[in-house]
């Protein structure tokens, strides 16, 4: 988000990713009633609903069995609150790692980076999981 100021007037925009299990139209309720008791006004100007895809679906159980084929560890899917690639893909996709489940995340940070071991096992895991689409395509 931001805020600027100019003279009498100041605009401020909000990145608010919000769970699946709410509406973008509660938040914006919300919001909007905040601003009334602030005599300000509230403008949406992009909304993007969040991308959810259930763990039990075709397309994670089988990511899951590439990475279980390429670490012989048991996956742990899990979700961020991020605005993925995976979004344009109108919820027939998703990102798929790399993070592992002792990693420390520091995703889009000054200091992002990941080992280079456990960025071979991801691209090996990544690849393995692409020919398995590509069988049942």
């Given amino acids: 988000g931001y805020i600027h ?3 009498n007037e100041a605009r401020a925009a909000f990145d608010i990713r919000y769970p ?10 919300q919001f909007r009633y905040a601003a009334k008791h602030n005599k300000l006004d509230v403008k949406v100007l992009n909304h993007e609903k969040p991308l959810y895809i259930e763990k039990d679906s075709e397309l994670v159980k089988l990511l ?5 084929a390429v670490t012989d560890e ?22 798929f ?7 420390e995340v520091n995703m889009h940070n000054a200091d992002e980076s990941i080992d280079k071991e456990k ?4 691209t090996g895991f990544r690849l393995f999981g692409v020919a398995e689409i590509s069988v049942e395509i």
């Fill in 5 to 7: 100021i100019e003279g």
């Fill in 20 to 29: 699946v299990s709410i509406t973008g139209g509660s938040v914006y309720r």
């Fill in 64 to 68: 899951s069995g590439a990475y279980k």
């Fill in 74 to 95: 048991e996956p742990e899917p899990h979700t961020t609150g991020g605005g993925t690639y995976a979004r344009k893909l109108g919820g027939k996709g998703l990102a």
């Fill in 97 to 103: 790692g790399p993070a592992f489940k002792d990693d």
């Fill in 119 to 122: 960025f071979l096992v991801a």
